[in-house]
């Protein structure tokens, strides 16, 4: 696997997957979680097969060393690794895609070298980083599309809880399911292994007292003039599509994309929507 070092010194990991001729522009991929392993994008659905695919495994993620100093988990701070990262691979010019937490990580990095972004992709973002509010009533909207799931009843009682501001780790977990679009074994056992894969301490530091400006980074990305797609799953409960269409309301150039009853993965709910949709919109 290949590395290179971050401004302050930690050794960074990036995998590469997707190579071949006239494969197009490299993608270069931040994970969500957030400081969650970068393994779990895996090949995107199958956009390797389009695209070259770079991965990097965030500061104390994966195959990527621990810092020094664990404040520099925080996402503001994680910018310059995006921006080491590009210059490692002699790009003058990045395609970059953030998914979740991730698209707050890319929406600092389009704020701080917006003329390093040829084109951006926001997967079923999360919105610290731009201070967008998604209301209980729209999550619960999202979730009751899967009212004849046999799990439904216990998971939408779990949500009803947290939109309501009250719950427990345990209720987090309940809610699992509203996440996928498809709650089969091998979405639960992704699940599972996500668990595994995350580093809780960089992800407690990740949306720290500082890390985000949320006025500066609105007014940065609203003169952003390339394009943006923003992609988003009908009955994801997490980024639920109004939320979603916020988010692309931000940007000048912005094209919302919607997959029918997809969740927050949206590339293992179709992989041939998914990859067609990303592969398209970035070959323009």
Known sequence: MPTFTAPDGTELTYHVSGSFPG?????????????????????????TAF???????????????????????RCDRLVEDVEALRAELGLDTVDLLGHSAGA??????????????????????????????????????????????????????????????????ETFKAVQPFFHGTWDEAAQARNA????????????????????????TRAALAEFGRPVLVVAGEGDANTPVPTATAYAELFPQATLAVLAGGGHFPWHDDEKWFTGTVDDFLAG
């Open 104 to 169: 707050n990580l890319a929406a600092l990095y389009t704020a701080a070298h917006p003329e390093r972004v040829s084109r951006l992709v926001l997967v079923t973002p999360g919105t610290a980083a731009v201070a967008i509010d998604t209301t209980g009533e729209e999550r619960l909207a999202a979730a009751r599309l899967r009212s004849e799931e046999p799990w439904f009843g216990p998971a939408y009682a779990a949500l009803e809880e947290l939109a309501a501001g009250r719950g427990s780790a």
């Open 23 to 47: 494969s197009g522009a490299p993608l270069l991929c931040l994970p969500g979680g957030p400081m969650q392993d970068s393994a779990y994008l895996g090949d995107l659905g199958g956009l």
């Open 193 to 216: 292994d996500m668990v595994l894969q995350r580093n809780g301490e960089a992800a407690g530091v990740y949306g720290s007292e500082g890390a985000f400006r949320p006025e500066a």
């Open 51 to 73: 695209r070259r695919v770079i991965r990097l495994d965030l500061r104390g993620t994966g195959a990527s060393a621990v810092p020094d100093d664990p404040s520099s988990y």
